[in-house]
């Protein structure tokens, strides 16, 4: 049986080169998705910290110099918040741009595949043809040898 060569084979090793560079790419995008969403979380937590700690100081007395400087840095949190949450959505659309890519990586690489398999079954069965051929070969020089 002669051996199977696919002349696509390197193409095959590129799409795989290909697919896998898409899949770190979604990975990156998705930790940064992550992150955006981790920042939001703590840029919350402190600004319930900061208004809390404001209400308590508003109850005890407080001047006015020190309440602005409270009510300016709760401004500046609750706009970097919404600065994040625009990252966030720039993030997220880019983290779906990323997948959509990996799966088109993806079925370029699994299309050249699917042919390669194709050619290797198509290969064996011609292979298999051509032994059957040489053994029926041998049984007719056999039988008429004898």
Do not use: W
């Amino acid at each position: 049986m002669k051996k199977f060569h696919f002349r696509l084979d390197p193409v095959i090793r590129y799409r795989r080169y290909l697919e896998q560079t898409a899949q770190i790419k979604l990975a990156i995008a998705e930790q940064g998705v992550i992150n955006c969403r981790e920042k939001i979380d703590s840029l919350k937590t402190l600004r319930v910290t900061f208004s809390n700690e404001l209400e308590y100081e508003e109850k005890k007395g407080i001047n006015v110099h020190t309440y602005q400087i409270y009510r300016l840095y709760i401004e500046k949190i609750d706009r970097d918040i919404e600065s994040e949450q625009q990252h966030l959505k720039e993030s997220i659309m880019s983290r779906d741009r990323k997948r959509e890519d990996l799966k088109a990586a993806s079925i370029k690489k699994k299309s050249l595949e699917r042919l390669k398999d194709i050619k290797h079954s198509r290969h064996t069965e011609e292979c298999d043809l051509l032994e059957q051929k040489a053994v029926d070969e041998l049984v007719v020089l056999r039988r008429n040898l004898t």
